[in-house]
């Protein structure tokens, strides 16, 4: 029989995900001999047999890979050589250029969890099992290429049984680099809040049962530690929502199984596939009526993030209670999640009952990551653990490598080089200097770990983010900066692998603009290199700038006083009545003047302003919460609208909703309720954006595609609509793993940093 040898080149998550000695084991059972090895660009396989064996062997390869590996590319080509003896796992070679070889974090997989629980097992209760399909990996790297030494396992030696499974081949523990037992491996402690240690026999058992009586405990996690209560108790909920100082933004809840989040929430398909995917991220969906958790859990919001235990100790202590838990990230509003056993005590101490600690160190901080199905696709909206550091493919290859350092909300931070971008973890708003450092670190290690050297700094428009400071700070590079708005529909292109330019529709709340005020209702005509902007939205005066971002009502007055020019019936609204008139008129001093008033001209401004004039609510707890609200409540029945006009007079065609807020308000003053008011609001932005879209596209065969970006397009009800509206005219395209937000702000800016110094187009 006469063998062929082909070489076959795997791309895309492949490495620490136990993809060699899958294929090791796959081309053993197909008879062939030959050799696997990973590279600097993902894994290489040579092998030899006979031509029907090698089509077997490939066919296997793609349609049954290990449960966490992706496939991005597959390559093979004949070769001519002698083949060896037997099939090898060969050692791995650092060739060519770095790149990212740590793969995210994994949810514990059903072999593990079969054996947790299995008493004859000998990892029975083992709060640490993991194996090549499973386990933490981004979060315990300390180093790159990626194996134990250079991870927060190097200070566990194997027993004799764990270092057996890790050197044969044929076991399912072959190199997975975090491999323990209760033998060898980290152990699980409870302490006080104080240190001391409860002589708790079973710290899992014990935890439960503190958390059934109301307590709240650390738990440290993957990427960092949550704090813990029960979900059903709206006492404990409170009593925690009082010590971690957050008013009402919602918490995360974690849920046993799949039929734990069935009697919580109505499930889609779709959306339990999210839930049980390897990411494992938070995912936000409809809250049943009379579920079981309490409406404290997320006030005056009728959806509710749930996730899936994903580690052996969230199995462990979601097994021993029958409840769902709140899982929130373990701070204080505004810091960063704390990692460290150190840090957890000091911090989180005086927030906690309890802490479940252990030994095994966390290197990189990872925040969950929270998706919602939109127009029946994933959108990710916070693109943290699970997702990080996987590359999303860059539409064009770098030509200098670069930083892009993001916004100032939300913050992520971006590297590019050769055909990948590396989306950082999750930062948080960089409002101290915690989370500033947070950022410095974050940015740091994941240079090294993808041996980017950044030639180019990119970042916001605005001079004085710290985002934007930072960036500045880093002279050896040259900086490039990026409007907002450009970035927010370069991250969209990026994600589209779009050569062409595209309409862009970027809605968000604020964005620096390039004449110095706020924008935020822009329709931009833009490719990676550059954009035009075509037409914008009416600018409300924010008084008191910032401070109108947490009390609405003053926006709301500014929308009022500028649709009936200066005289509005503010006896309609109760909320006008509680202020105090010298408060009202001093408000309306500020905001007639710019230099206290600036204008804004942000789409999430108005939901503000509506928000809160017709559900009365006058302050804005946590960033975008009336704007959330307003979304909730709009009934999707109702298919009026409110009318508008567009001003084509100036020099950029500019939406005017003044007739939208009159027709509003005599509706409201009519008796409308606010479900029936949101609902023609939200008809009315997509009405007016349709139109907007229509004028921007006059002129020579403007047909490219639209991209809806910015923060709004997190509202479901809104990007739903207007892709029915505009499917009909455009070809409409959606974020999808690159969030719409500000989180996904530094890809975009990465993308046109490099082709603004490299000097072309897209
Ligand atoms: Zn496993
Ligand atoms: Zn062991
Ligand atoms: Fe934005």
Redesign the pocket.
């Known amino acids: 029989m006469s063998l062929s040898g082909r070489r076959i080149e795997v791309r895309g998550v492949v490495q620490g995900v136990g993809f060699r000695p899958w294929v090791y084991r796959l081309a053993r059972r197909n008879g062939l001999s030959g050799r696997v090895s990973n590279d600097s660009r993902g894994v290489t396989i040579e092998a030899f047999g006979s031509d029907r064996e090698l089509d077997a062997f490939l066919d296997s390869l793609v349609v049954s890979p290990p449960p966490s590996a992706r496939i991005r590319e597959l390559e093979w080509r004949r070769i001519a050589s002698e083949p060896p003896s037997g099939f090898t796992i060969a050692e791995s070679s650092e060739d060519g250029a770095r790149r990212v070889s740590i793969p995210p974090d994994l949810p514990t997989c059903e072999d593990c969890l079969t054996e947790l629980l299995d008493p004859q097992n000998r990892r029975y209760r083992y709060p640490f099992i993991n194996c090549t399909n499973c386990g933490p990996r981004f979060t315990i790297a300390r180093e790159v290429p990626y194996d134990r030494a250079a991870t927060t396992m190097a200070a566990f030696t194997?027993?004799p049984?764990?270092q057996a499974e890790y050197d044969d081949p044929n076991d399912r523990r072959f190199h997975a680099e975090p491999n323990?037992?209760a033998?060898?491996?980290p152990r699980l402690t409870a302490v006080d809040p104080r240190g001391e240690s409860l002589s708790w026999e079973e710290p899992i058992r014990h935890a439960a049962r503190a958390l059934e009586a109301g307590l709240t405990v650390a738990v440290k996690g993957i990427g960092g530690f949550h704090l813990a209560c029960d979900a059903t108790s709206p006492l404990a909920v409170q009593r925690l929502r009082a010590r971690k100082k957050r008013d009402e933004k919602p918490f995360a809840v974690m849920v046993r199984d799949l039929d734990a989040a069935r009697r919580i929430a109505l499930l889609s398909p779709g959306e339990e596939t999210l839930l049980t995917a390897s990411e494992r991220p938070i995912v936000i969906v409809a809250r049943r009526n009379g579920c079981p958790v309490a409406g404290e859990v997320a006030p005056g919001n009728p959806w509710i993030g749930l996730l899936l235990p994903y580690t052996p100790l969230h199995h462990l202590l979601l097994l021993e209670t029958e409840r769902p838990l709140v899982m929130t990230s373990g701070n204080l509003s505004g810091e960063p999640i704390v990692t460290s056993n150190a840090g957890a005590l000091e911090r989180l101490g005086p927030l906690a009952d309890a802490l479940l600690v252990h030994d095994r160190e966390i290197e990189s901080p990872c925040d969950d990551s929270v998706v919602r199905l939109v127009a029946g696709r994933p959108t990710v909206f916070r693109r943290s653990r699970g997702y990080v550091p996987r590359a999303v493919p860059a539409p064009r290859p770098f030509g200098r490598p670069v930083l892009a350092c993001g916004g100032h909300l939300k913050n992520t931070f971006c590297l590019g080089a050769g055909d990948a971008l590396f989306l950082g973890p999750h930062i948080g708003d960089l409002d101290n200097l915690d989370t500033l450092e947070a950022f410095e670190e974050a940015v740091d290690r994941l240079e090294r770990f993808a041996g980017i050297r950044p030639e180019v700094v990119a970042h916001d428009l605005h001079p004085q983010y710290a985002s934007t400071l930072y960036a500045r700070g880093r002279t050896e590079c040259t900086p490039v900066a990026v409007q907002h708005h450009h970035a927010h529909a370069a991250s969209a292109i990026a994600e589209h692998r779009i050569t062409g330019p595209v309409l862009a529709v970027a809605y968000d709340g604020t964005g620096y603009g390039t004449d110095g005020t706020a924008w935020g209702g822009e329709i931009l005509l833009a490719e990676a290199g550059g954009f035009e902007r075509l037409a914008t939205w009416r600018p409300i005066a924010l008084p008191g700038g910032e401070a109108a971002i947490k009390e609405v009502w003053r926006i709301a007055l500014s929308l009022l006083d500028d649709a009936y020019g200066g005289d509005p019936p503010l006896e309609s609204f109760p909320m006008f009545a509680r202020v105090a008139s010298e408060r009202l008129s001093a408000v309306r001093k500020i905001g007639a003047s710019r230099d206290t008033a600036p204008l804004a001209r942000g789409v999430g401004r108005y939901f503000d302003a509506f928000g809160a004039l017709f559900l009365d609510r006058p302050e804005s707890r946590f960033e975008g919460q009336v704007a959330l609200e307003w979304n909730a409540v709009a009934n999707p029945s109702e298919s009026d609208a409110f009318p508008f006009t567009v001003d084509r007079d100036g020099a950029l065609p500019t939406l005017d909703l003044r007739a939208s807020v009159r027709a509003a308000v005599a509706a409201f003053c009519s008796g409308a309720g606010p479900s029936l008011i949101s609902a023609r609001f939200h008809n009315t932005v997509v009405r007016a954006t349709e139109e907007l879209l229509r004028v921007a596209a006059e002129g020579p065969a403007r047909t490219p595609p639209v991209v809806l970006t910015g923060g709004c397009f997190q509202n479901a009800l809104l990007t739903e609509s207007l892709l029915r509206s505009l499917g009909g005219t455009f070809r409409v395209l959606l974020h999808g793993e690159v969030p719409p937000g500000d989180g996904g702000l530094a890809l975009g800016q990465a993308i046109v940093a490099n082709a603004v110094s490299t000097g072309g187009g897209t």
């Open positions: 194997m027993c049984s764990c323990a037992c033998l060898c491996g």
